[in-house]
């Protein structure tokens, strides 16, 4: 699991500049496959923070499946609201960092 401790006031800052992005990935039917993994980790490699579109009804189950992703990804769920979720991974190369936490 990728363990990036964030505290509350960083998780706060990132749900605000979460607010402005579009959803870069939709997880459907299909569930959680090596191609959803492949395309996330291009967009946190380009991106850092993203948004993904989940397009389950079941509030438990999107529960389950932003775990999976954050453990899976190796990135840090930072919220979710309704059937989106916002995801980080921090860059390790300063150059790359492109979110400022």
Do not use: W
Not at 32 to 42: A, G, P
């Amino acid at each position: 699991m990728y363990d990036f401790p964030l505290t509350g006031a960083q998780r706060k800052k990132l749900r605000g500049i979460g607010q402005t992005l579009e959803p870069v990935l939709k997880l459907g039917k299909s569930g959680i496959t090596r191609e959803f993994l492949l395309e996330l980790q291009r967009a946190l490699n380009a991106h850092e923070l993203i948004k993904v579109r989940l397009l389950e009804k079941d509030r438990d189950v999107r529960a389950e499946l932003c775990e999976r992703i954050a453990d899976e990804g190796r990135c840090v769920c930072v919220g979710a609201v309704g059937g989106t979720a916002l995801f980080f991974r921090r860059q390790e190369a300063r150059d790359k960092q492109r979110v400022e936490i």
